[in-house]
T-cell receptor, first 114, second 113 residues
Framework: ETGVTQTPRHLVMGMTNKKSLKCEQH?????MYWYKQSAKKPLELMFV???????ENNSVPSRFSPECPNSSHLFLHLHTLQPEDSALYLC?????????????FGPGTRLTVL | GNSVTQMEGPVTLSEEAFLTINCTYT??????LFWYVQYPGEGLQLLLK?????DKGSNKGFEATYRKETTSFHLEKGSVQVSDSAVYFC????????????FGSGTKLNVKP
């Protein structure tokens, strides 16, 4: 399998549930990202990992908890979410964290919080 | 506020029409500029990019030129096809804060046969 994969593709959860989103990249990249895409809003960068260390956290609420165990895998742990957290969550990777890098995106996880 | 501004959609064109989607940015330093495309039900895909002033990115008949004097990176295509129907995102990254990656709000393009 090549590229960036995300599982699950769709997730429905209640506000008291705990779930995790998974992202895996098969490109040999060293940087990975989580984005939130809400309807009619710009894409929002949530977290950046470079060489498995978090280098950027754009003031994301603590109910979102990222984990990067190695350069190929990235998780987003979800706990006590709110309905306004319903969105498409996109994972991306790039060769390094340099700004000239191209980011490669996964297909996203469509999250619905009831 | 967001430092990438692109024209609001939706944009509806007939097949073979000329396309322009405007994008302007605010930044200090010398950011890299990107256009991404998102087809229905899919994630974002890089369409083209330019990493320094006066560079022209091109791919699949789309072009955009990095204009530092007007802080613009307008997307153009001479003859659109129905298969070009998608949402197009302008983005910038870098300048003095290389970790920041800003996206525009997206412009939906509908091409009718």
């Amino acid at each position: 399998e090549t590229g960036v994969t995300q599982t699950p593709r769709h997730l429905v959860m209640g506000m008291t549930n705990k779930k995790s989103l998974k992202c895996e990249q098969h490109l040999g990249h060293n940087a990975m990202y989580w984005y939130k895409q809400s309807a009619k809003k710009p894409l929002e960068l949530m977290f950046v990992y470079s060489l498995e260390e978090r280098v950027e956290n754009n003031s994301v609420p603590s109910r979102f908890s990222p984990e990067c165990p190695n350069s190929s895998h990235l998780f987003l742990h979800l706990h006590t979410l709110q309905p306004e957290d319903s969105a498409l969550y996109l994972c991306a990777s790039s060769p390094t964290g340099r700004f000239t890098d191209t980011q490669y995106f996964g297909p996203g996880t469509r999250l619905t919080v009831l | 506020g967001n430092s990438v501004t692109q024209m609001e959609g939706p944009v509806t064109l007939s097949e073979e029409a000329f396309l322009t989607i405007n994008c302007t940015y605010t930044a200090t330093g010398y950011p890299s500029l990107f256009w991404y495309v998102q087809y229905p039900g899919e994630g974002l895909q890089l369409l083209l990019k330019a990493t320094k002033a006066d560079d022209k990115g091109s791919n699949k008949g789309f072009e955009a030129t990095y204009r530092k004097e007007t802080t613009s990176f307008h997307l153009e295509k001479g003859s659109v096809q129905v298969s070009d129907s998608a949402v197009y995102f302008c983005a910038r990254r870098g300048g003095y804060n290389f970790n920041k990656f800003y996206f525009g709000s997206g412009t939906k393009l509908n091409v009718k046969p």
